[in-house]
């Protein structure tokens, strides 16, 4: 799978349209929809509205990335945009890798600590290793495999700065990457990790057929629990990198 089959997919306009503003007036459309529903349908109505907002997560989880509560109900029936609830990915995050992500949260939301850059190893680095362990343990070199990674590296270079950052990593991403320098060769596996809690709404705009999709989700399954195996050695187990901005308070990216 190309960078341009990637894009394919999911556009550089799709990821434009995830920006603060929208994603608070989408949680204020629905938590409308979820009051008016909840007025009309009495006990049964909760689940619904419930389902449509977490889709994008809430306003702590949107940016950070943190499945807090694991509401994100990506497969509950409710309509997103013009996508279909239905057809998202179900993508199950292992327990250790949750709290990994709600440790990150805590790092850089409450304690203003920051990822040390440039991490070791990178994202670069992490799906290089994923390529080897499945060459060894299929007896040989999957394309399928090396396409995938392909397009979750250049996924990643195009979802960081747009997605998957808090406001207070801003300006040590520009800081720390330039017009030659790519993310994956620069941020590491917490980052990487919040890609994954993007993927299945972002991958839902894809003109995508059902088997492709399944057999796209079992890939992605068996590179979490590459990631959860390896744990110690790709994630961090303290930030020690420069102090967040505290200028910049507790936003999400713009």
């Known amino acids: 799978m190309s960078c341009n089959s990637w894009d394919e997919w999911v556009g550089a306009d799709r990821l434009m349209k995830h920006t603060e503003d929208n994603v608070l007036k989408q949680q204020a459309l629905d938590k409308k929809q979820g009051m008016e529903k909840s007025t009309k349908s009495g ?61 990150d949260w805590e790092f850089i939301m409450h304690q203003n600590k920051l990822v040390k850059l440039p991490r070791s190893p990178s994202v670069d680095d992490i799906l290089t290793k994923y390529l080897e ?22 996924y990643f270079d195009k979802a960081l700065p747009a997605l998957l950052l808090y406001k207070k990593e801003r300006q040590q991403y520009h ?54 195996k390896n744990q110690g050695t790709f994630f961090l187990s303290a930030y020690d990198g420069p102090k967040a901005s505290e200028g910049n308070g507790k936003d999400k990216e713009s």
Do not use: W
């Not at 109505?45 to 943190?66: F, G, H, I, M, R």
């Open 43 to 103: 006990r049964s109505a909760p689940a619904k509205p419930k389902s449509s907002a977490d889709v994008k997560l809430d306003k702590e989880e949107t940016k950070s990335n943190v499945p807090k509560g694991k509401k994100r109900k990506t497969d509950s029936g409710a309509e997103k945009g013009n996508v279909s609830v239905e057809k998202l990915v179900k993508i199950q995050i292992p327990s250790t890798l949750k709290k990994q992500l709600v440790d």
């Open 175 to 228: 800081e720390a990457v330039s017009d030659n320098i790519s993310p994956s060769s620069v941020y590491g596996a917490e980052h990487l990790l919040r890609l994954f809690v993007k993927l299945p709404e972002l991958i839902a705009y894809a003109k995508i057929d059902e088997e492709s999709l399944t057999k796209l989700q079992q890939k992605f399954l068996d590179f979490l629990k590459f990631l959860q």
């Open 133 to 154: 362990y499945r060459s060894k343990k299929d007896g040989m070199m999957t394309d399928s495999v090396g396409e995938i990674l392909n397009g979750i590296r250049c």
